[in-house]
């Protein structure tokens, strides 16, 4: 038979852990300032899409003019009101306790896989305007200069392409962390 186990050697050596709420709660903060820096990025890139929006529809009267100032239109609000969903309620956070923190970082990263969710969906969006370039190409060979069509297809798809991969890779394993912080949760509710 084994030794009988000493719950006070236990209870002591408890006692004199050292909390780590602090580390818990600078990497949050910092975790937090992060997402303000991402969120300030995206509306000046919002910005800078809408300028290029206008610029295509003034210096390119054609079809691929109002093609790129709608993609682009379109891109900026998106990534505008995406940026504003994603980061504020982040931003807005304040509960700092023990299980405040466990919340603050299940819901960054829930926001984390949507935001590398939305990425993938903008290569995908970027990857269809080549295609529409393609087909304008055609339909109207001299709408699109041929350099701007080369470097569309030789260059900007296959960084999409890779950027796609990456961002699949990175999902996974924020997939991985998010499931992991569920069940820590669901371990300490019914615990």
Not at 158 to 169: D, K
Request: proline share 4%; aromatic share 12%; hydrophobic share 55%.
């Amino acid at each position: 038979m084994s030794e009988p186990v000493d719950f006070s050697e236990f209870a002591k050596s408890w006692q004199q852990q050292q909390p780590q709420v602090e580390l818990d709660l600078s990497a949050a903060l910092q975790r937090q300032q992060r997402r303000r820096w991402v969120a300030v990025a995206e509306l000046i890139a919002s910005v800078v899409m809408l300028a290029g929006a206008g610029a295509a529809w003034l210096l390119l009267p054609t079809w691929l003019g109002g093609l790129s100032a709608v993609f682009l239109v379109v891109g900026a609000l998106v990534q505008a009101v995406l940026s504003w969903k994603l980061h504020l309620p982040l931003l807005a956070y304040a509960d700092w306790s023990s299980s405040g923190l466990l919340q603050f970082r299940l819901r960054s990263q829930q926001a984390s896989v949507r935001y590398l969710s939305y990425n993938q969906y903008s290569c995908v969006a970027l990857l269809f305007f080549i295609l529409l370039m393609w087909a304008l190409a055609w339909w109207q060979p001299q709408q699109v200069p041929e350099a701007l069509l080369n470097a569309y297809s030789l260059l900007v798809t296959p960084l999409c392409l890779t950027a796609w991969l990456w961002l699949e890779h990175k999902k996974k394993v924020a997939k991985a962390k998010l499931e992991h912080l569920q069940t820590l949760i669901s371990e300490l509710a019914a615990g």
